[in-house]
């Protein structure tokens, strides 16, 4: 795209899912967000359709006109996988289960569009840089339980102060090594280690490069 997205373009682009990349417009608007190489349309039901690239590096860059209040989308139903210990998770049932999964699936394609060569079974750069997101996406989406409050069963995905590595704590053995194979498979080098004071067990898991 040689010139700037018209305000009816940069809208869309704004509104997409900050995880996914999925957008929402007319049917005009997506046809020509695609014409123009900023959007794609997923070649399996629902079709939903997802920014490229290109179209991410549009979103991160400051509009030409004023944007719209970005406090104007909180709450309004962005999707955000579940880390474990929220207070006030999202509901479970099917709705939650479909937008975990079109999220996964939005986050493969992403994979094969920004990784040099194409591979979905290793982690891209938005992982990279979304490290408790991706890894807790991943989690989710292959079905373990993410813990709520202040409870102690459940996962939970925290960040750590080693670079590209997040900690992931489950006090089931059983379920935390389930969670190791889950982040194996999605792509993730996978340690488990014992916390020195309380001999607890966890895991840390970075993306894997090659």
Do not use: K
């Amino acid at each position: 795209m040689t010139r700037p997205p018209t305000a009816a373009q940069r809208r869309v682009i704004d509104a997409a899912d900050p995880v996914t990349g999925r957008i929402r417009g007319t049917e005009a608007q997506l046809a020509s967000l695609i014409r123009h190489g900023l959007a794609f349309r997923h070649p399996r039901p629902p079709h939903d359709h997802f920014l490229t690239p290109a179209g991410h590096r549009i979103r991160e860059t400051e509009p030409e006109a004023p944007a719209p209040e970005p406090t104007a989308a909180a709450g309004a139903g962005v999707f955000t996988a579940r880390i474990g210990g929220e207070e006030e998770p999202p509901a479970a049932g099917p709705a939650r289960v479909r937008e975990v999964h079109s999220a996964w699936t939005g986050l493969l394609e992403l994979r094969r569009m920004t990784n040099p060569d194409g591979a979905t079974d290793r982690p891209c750069g938005w992982e990279r840089t979304h490290l408790v997101q991706a890894a807790a996406l991943a989690l989710e989406a292959a079905g373990h339980r993410p813990a709520t409050g202040e409870e102690t069963e459940g996962y939970r995905v925290r960040a750590t102060p080693q670079p590209e590595a997040v900690a992931v704590r489950e006090p089931d053995t059983a379920a935390l090594s389930a969670c190791a194979a889950t982040l194996e498979q999605a792509g993730w080098q996978v340690g488990e280690y014992t916390e020195p004071r309380t001999r607890a067990r966890y895991l840390l898991a970075s993306p894997r490069r090659v």
